[in-house]
Nanobody
Framework: QVQLVESGGGLVQAGGSLRLSCAAS????????MGWFRQAPGKEREFVAA??????NMDYADFVKGRFTISRDMNTVRLQMNSLQLEDTAVYYC????????????????????WGQGTQVSVSS
């Protein structure tokens, strides 16, 4: 079993920055593929970013490229979010599983076995 606890969400003005963190515990964290999804009110959950076990591979949704950066060290995965836009308002979820990294597969929410409770990110004008 893996437990994921997110932190770092909050309210920020458009153009500002936030950094989300996800602390993982339980199974050996270094064996996990990890990532972030988000869900805005009235919308489906969508892929944001993912990172492989070693950190050598990363992928991003097109709408965050150049603005968000995913990273990992020890038992923590982070999502640095810059130039935040109103459309980035959502609940952000940390995800993990023990499968090998796949560039296409990590974009599917159904792939991930473990989910955090979510952290709210709100961007105001």
């Amino acid at each position: 079993q893996v437990q994921l606890v997110e932190s770092g969400g909050g309210l920020v003005q458009a153009g500002g920055s936030l950094r989300l963190s996800c602390a993982a515990s339980g199974r050996t964290v270094s064996s996990l593929t990890m990532g972030w999804f988000r869900q805005a009110p009235g919308k489906e959950r969508e892929f944001v970013a993912a990172i492989s076990r070693t950190g050598a591979n990363m992928d991003y949704a097109d709408f965050v490229k150049g603005r968000f950066t995913i990273s990992r060290d020890m038992n923590t995965v982070r999502l640095q979010m810059n130039s935040l836009q109103l459309e980035d308002t959502a609940v952000y979820y940390c995800v993990a599983d023990g499968r090998l990294y796949s560039k296409q597969d990590v974009r599917r929410s159904s792939r991930f076995d473990y989910w955090g409770q979510g952290t709210q990110v709100s961007v105001s004008s």
